[in-house]
């Protein structure tokens, strides 16, 4: 019998790393004969795991889904990774999972073995987070229904408070949602204004599905699209800049969260970015540690000349 269950334990788990296996795959891989996988196989649907078989000389076995969640066979880095993507996942983006996070942490760790229980428990306890600022929580409910409309190519109707604080009801076609930071955008096409907009979901007071399928027809980059949100269409003074780096080396200098990243050859970038006024988009661009060509506005590359020539009178 502890052979059998030992058997059964070590199917389930080759079941669970790979799509599918023939039985000759399998039975080689248990020690066993193709007659017991079968009997391991009825086994294992009594206890209402959904094992799949295809007939035939090109078939085999797989894991279906529904019926029971299978216990999960990780290796010492895929159950610490799972702990350590647990104790990160409470960060008050989505509210209300701060106990269900706990709990499962609670339940792994009961089971882990000691050295791994003490890795875990190192970094847990030796670690401090310190965020730039508070979350903007979403809620769980809703961030899921958002996600099944996105798949499913469903129309939703938002209810919305925007910037400016007015409420509104929209009719819209999820595509994507993006995380940046700690708050979540979606990015789909309001039919109204027939356009691509972005919407940050701690501001959706409700989501109503409305069973209609649509077909989204060239959908812009979503990324790109909550980043021209996040760093241009807030802010009055907007700017062109070519700087003398990749788009990777570019993007470790300006985040995508700040300005919108184009490649210029395979050594420069163009950057649009926006801010409040042109004294502080001045500031920033003083501070880059290697020389930027402003290509727009001209009253920018002005105002940037203008500094330059103070420092340089100041520091003869």
Same mark, same amino acid.
């Given at each position: 019998?502890?052979?059998?269950?030992?058997?059964?334990?070590?199917?389930?788990?080759?079941?669970?790393?790979?799509?599918?296996?023939?039985?000759?795959?399998?039975?080689?891989?248990?020690?066993?004969?193709?007659?017991?996988?079968?009997?391991?196989?009825?086994?294992?649907?009594?206890?209402?795991?959904?094992?799949?078989?295809?007939?035939?000389?090109?078939?085999?076995?797989?894991?279906?889904?529904?019926?029971?969640?299978?216990?999960?066979?990780?290796?010492?880095?895929?159950?610490?990774?799972?702990?350590?993507?647990?104790?990160?996942?409470?960060?008050?983006?989505?509210?209300?999972?701060?106990?269900?996070?706990?709990?499962?942490?609670?339940?792994?760790?009961?089971?882990?073995?000691?050295?791994?229980?003490?890795?875990?428990?190192?970094?847990?306890?030796?670690?401090?987070?310190?965020?730039?600022?508070?979350?903007?929580?979403?809620?769980?409910?809703?961030?899921?229904?958002?996600?099944?409309?996105?798949?499913?190519?469903?129309?939703?109707?938002?209810?919305?408070?925007?910037?400016?604080?007015?409420?509104?009801?929209?009719?819209?076609?999820?595509?994507?949602?993006?995380?940046?930071?700690?708050?979540?955008?979606?990015?789909?096409?309001?039919?109204?204004?027939?356009?691509?907009?972005?919407?940050?979901?701690?501001?959706?007071?409700?989501?109503?599905?409305?069973?209609?399928?649509?077909?989204?027809?060239?959908?812009?980059?979503?990324?790109?699209?909550?980043?021209?949100?996040?760093?241009?269409?807030?802010? $009055?003074?907007?700017?062109?800049?070519?700087?003398?780096?990749?788009?990777?080396?570019?993007?470790?200098?300006?985040?995508?969260?700040?300005?919108?990243?184009?490649?210029?050859?395979?050594?420069?970038?163009?950057?649009?970015?926006?801010?409040?006024?042109?004294?502080?988009?001045?500031?920033?661009?003083?501070?880059? $540690?290697?020389?930027?060509?402003?290509?727009?506005?001209?009253?920018?590359?002005?105002?940037?000349?203008?500094?330059?020539?103070?420092?340089?009178?100041?520091?003869?």
């Amino acid at each position: 019998m502890a052979d059998t269950a030992e058997r059964m334990l070590r199917l389930l788990g080759l079941l669970q790393a790979r799509a599918q296996w023939s039985s000759a795959e399998l039975a080689a891989r248990l020690a066993t004969s193709e007659r017991t996988l079968r009997r391991d196989v009825e086994r294992l649907r009594r206890l209402d795991y959904p094992v799949e078989a295809d007939p035939g000389p090109g078939g085999g076995y797989r894991l279906g889904r529904g019926g029971k969640l299978p216990p999960l066979l990780l290796d010492e880095d895929e159950t610490v990774a799972v702990a350590l993507g647990l104790q990160t996942a409470a960060d008050g983006s989505v509210a209300g999972i701060e106990v269900a996070v706990s709990s499962a942490l609670a339940k792994l760790e009961r089971f882990l073995p000691a050295h791994l229980a003490a890795r875990v428990r190192d970094l847990d306890e030796a670690s401090e987070t310190l965020w730039g600022r508070g979350p903007d929580p979403v809620d769980p409910d809703l961030l899921v229904t958002l996600a099944g409309a996105c798949r499913r190519g469903e129309r939703v109707r938002l209810d919305y408070c925007d910037r400016t604080g007015n409420a509104t009801s929209r009719l819209v076609d999820p595509y994507r949602l993006v995380r940046a930071g700690r708050r979540w955008y979606l990015a789909a096409r309001d039919t109204d204004r027939a356009a691509w907009r972005t919407f940050r979901v701690d501001r959706a007071e409700a989501v109503a599905l409305t069973g209609i399928r649509v077909e989204l027809d060239d959908p812009p980059d979503a990324l790109r699209l909550v980043s021209e949100a996040m760093g241009l269409a807030p802010y $009055p003074v907007k700017a062109r800049v070519r700087l003398p780096l990749s788009v990777e080396d570019a993007a470790q200098v300006v985040p995508r969260t700040v300005g919108v990243l184009n490649a210029d050859g395979d050594a420069a970038t163009i950057v649009e970015l926006g801010g409040p006024h042109l004294a502080g988009m001045v500031g920033f661009l003083a501070a880059l $540690p290697f020389p930027c060509e402003v290509l727009a506005p001209e009253e920018l590359r002005a105002a940037l000349r203008a500094h330059g020539e103070r420092l340089a009178r100041a520091n003869r």
